[in-house]
């Protein structure tokens, strides 16, 4: 059974970084694209990045450009989400998803419905 473990939120001042892991079991990252997503309170859920399975393709929303990297190790089965320059407009619940999202327009992520398995979470707050 495919399972996603997201780690590596925490509490930031604006302008410093964080950098989120999900680790993968039951499906590979050579073959599933992993999606970010993230959830602020009172809000819906953005996708902010994502890596494809087979090869690899970076990309991010237009909000987090030039802040946030994706990276994944195959060997360890494992994605990163590299955020630099963090503001409070960053905090929320961090999610990892896996799947075969189809649909790619620039600056904006694959919709959500195009993953098909979920991490749990893992909270960033940003705050002085």
Request: glycine share 14%; net charge negative.
């Amino acid at each position: 059974q495919a399972q996603l473990v997201e780690s590596g939120g925490g509490l930031v001042q604006p302008g410093g970084s964080l950098r989120l892991s999900c680790v993968a079991s039951g499906l590979s990252l050579n073959v599933y694209a992993i999606g970010w997503f993230r959830q602020a309170p009172g809000k819906g859920r953005e996708g902010v990045s994502s890596i494809g399975g087979s090869d690899g393709t970076t990309r991010y929303s237009d909000s987090v450009k030039g802040r946030f990297t994706v990276s994944r190790d195959i060997a360890k089965n494992t994605a990163y989400l590299q955020m630099n320059n963090l503001t409070p407009e960053d905090t929320a619940v961090y999610y990892c998803a896996a799947g075969f999202p189809f649909t790619f327009v620039p600056g904006f992520i694959s919709p959500e419905d195009e993953f098909d398995f979920w991490g749990q979470g893992t909270q960033v707050t940003v705050s002085s």
